[in-house]
């Protein structure tokens, strides 16, 4: 079954982006591959979940694992205008001007393609 992470209630209803995905293997310093044997899901669909466009679109026992194996290596994903329930540093994109975030996001997205 395939599903919306937006509606899922994954992981007490935090989505998952693509970006989160990207920023949390960034934070602990592992590739795609890693990142799938902590979920326990395949390199595939890693993969795929990486290349969605905003929310994390996928079945939800996988979505579940991978948020679950970030959260066990100390990743805390903070959903939209949530506070964080942690402690320490972390990252966080300000929205505070839409139209930069966007050119900046379409543009990273333009590089992507270009680089495939």
Known sequence: MVVDHRHSGCHGGHMITAGQMRAGRALLDIDQRELAKLADVSLPTIQRMEASDGNVRGVIESLTRVVEA??????ELIG???PSAGSGRGVRLKLANPQT???LL???AGKR???K
Do not use: L, P
């Open 80 to 82: 939209e205008n949530s």
């Open 113 to 115: 393609k270009q680089s």
């Open 70 to 75: 970030f959260d066990r290596a100390g990743i």
């Open 106 to 108: 379409a543009t990273q």
């Open 101 to 103: 975030n966007n050119h």
